[in-house]
């Protein structure tokens, strides 16, 4: 199974608004609303921020949002803040009952 | 609230095998599926494996023939081996609770495992 397609990294200024996508095929992504999107801060655990495309777990700021379209899933946030400067990642459930994760982005707040 | 604590050892000679538990506290091993993601230095997350606790597991096809994860239920631990390592096996190792769907959460704070002579 390959690795879903993210970009390196997206910057924003504080107060903007930025899009990752997250891009894998009809036999992971493509195939069901299974995607999640994790935030990971240096030197910690990841966090879920999104489940099932669009769901957020309680605690997440609905700045965060989930949407997908065929085969890309997409995670933006809105208001930008410094303390959202991490890396983000997704992962889908696969037709083969395995899960994969996309590269990661680096997310840089100017 | 559920807390995972992954122990093991941080150094492992190349073609033996990584051992590592993960202990359930705040929750019973029968709650979740079990899985263990991994995190090469500098690099993304890479999916292991999972086991819930009925016996069921599923493996990361490039990892297959290497893995084997279990659950001691008398413990509430969780146990990833990988055998034959390499340094390419180096990372940051996690375990993490989910449903049958992935949804990663709560996850351990996570050990590096080094495998170097």
């Known amino acids: 199974q390959s690795a879903l397609t993210q970009p390196a990294s997206v910057s924003g200024s504080p107060g903007q608004s930025i899009t990752i996508s997250c891009t894998g095929t009809s036999s992971d992504v493509g195939a069901y609303n299974y995607v999640s999107w994790y935030q990971q801060l240096p030197g910690q655990a990841p966090k879920l921020l999104i489940f099932d495309v669009r769901n957020r777990p309680s605690g997440v700021s609905d700045r965060f949002s989930g949407s997908q379209s065929g085969n890309t899933a997409s995670l933006a946030i809105s208001g930008l803040q410094a303390e959202d400067e991490a890396d983000y990642y997704c992962?889908?459930?696969?037709?083969?009952?395995?899960?994969?994760f996309g590269g990661g982005t680096k997310l840089t707040v100017l | 609230q559920v807390h995972l604590q992954e122990s093991g050892p941080g150094l492992v000679k190349p073609s033996e095998t990584l051992s590592l538990t993960c202990t359930v506290s705040?929750?019973?091993?029968?709650?979740?599926?079990w899985n263990w993601i991994r995190q090469p230095p500098g690099k993304g997350l890479e999916w292991i494996g999972n086991m819930y606790y009925s016996g069921n597991t599923k493996y990361n096809p490039s990892l297959k023939s290497r893995v084997t994860i279990s659950v001691d239920m008398s413990r509430n631990q969780v146990s990833l081996n990988l055998n034959s390592v390499t340094a390419a096996d180096t990372a940051v190792y996690f375990c993490?609770?989910?449903?049958?769907?992935?949804?990663?959460?709560?996850w351990g704070q996570g050990i590096l495992v080094t495998v170097s002579s």
């Open positions: 992962s889908s459930y696969t037709t083969s009952n395995t899960v994969v």
């Open positions: 993490a609770g989910s449903g049958a769907r992935p949804r990663f959460d709560p």
């Open positions: 705040g929750g019973s091993v029968s709650t979740y599926y």
